[in-house]
């Protein structure tokens, strides 16, 4: 079974409205951390935010947001306020405190529309 | 100066020739990470390191072999490059966080 899955390949918003990227996640582990990467087209890979297993609240970086629902196991990326420097590829990704490594879903294509 | 360097960040290379890619970083971390980028795929782990004498297949380690030579340093090497390996590859490093190199992007001809 996928560890994390991304169900949208492409979203277009529209410039200084807010988006959500979808992201559900797979684990028995009952401590893990789930995360949000950044793939501008120069191909770096930039980190985001950061959801914690047992916080209990969501967290927020600036305009970046993510929707943690922990018995739907979905770990949403919200980006208010679009800018045309969004427009990249998003990656949803965790590690279980226990495991040895990250798991990253196949990304989704988010283009900012002026 | 970037934490995790990748070199080279091109390459083309012909089929059938070893290729090495080296990564170094100055973040400290004893883990590291080689991973794979294939439009659509995401990203799949080919090897990883917790320290140097530690060394761990991921999902997609045929075809590749790694050295780590200390602990800033962790290579990987396509032993015979085919062109299904034409791939943008990126290292990484972690404490809690995984930091990225700014990726190699290899094209197999």
């Known amino acids: 079974a996928q560890k994390i899955t991304q169900t949208q390949p492409g979203m277009f918003v529209q410039e200084k409205e807010a988006v959500t990227l979808d992201c559900t996640y797979d684990t028995s582990d009952p401590s893990y951390g789930l995360f949000w990467y950044k793939q501008p087209s120069s191909g770096e890979m930039i980190f985001l935010i950061y959801?914690?297993?047992?916080?209990?609240q969501n967290a927020t970086e600036g305009r970046y947001s993510l929707n943690f629902q922990k018995a739907r196991k979905s770990a949403n990326l919200v980006i208010s306020a679009s800018q045309l420097g969004d427009s990249a590829m998003y990656f949803c990704a965790m590690r279980e405190i226990t495991g040895n490594q990250f798991y990253f879903g196949t990304g989704t294509s988010l283009t900012v529309i002026p | 100066d970037a934490d995790v360097t990748q070199t080279p960040r091109n390459r083309i290379t012909k089929t059938g020739k070893r290729i090495m890619l080296e990564c170094s970083q100055t973040?400290?971390?004893?883990?590291m990470y080689w991973y794979r980028q294939d439009p659509g795929l995401g990203l799949q782990l080919i090897y990883y390191?917790?320290?140097?004498?530690?060394?761990n297949k991921g999902e997609i380690s045929d075809g590749y072999s790694v050295s780590r030579q200390a602990q800033a340093k962790f290579s990987l090497s396509l032993e015979s490059a085919i062109p299904n390996q034409t791939a943008l590859y990126f290292c990484?490093?972690?404490?809690?966080?995984?930091?990225f190199g700014q990726g190699t992007r290899l094209t197999v001809v």
């Open positions: 973040k400290g971390h004893d883990r």
């Open positions: 390191s917790f320290d140097v004498k530690d060394i």
């Open positions: 959801q914690g297993s047992y916080d209990q």
């Open positions: 990484a490093t972690s404490d809690f966080l995984a930091f």
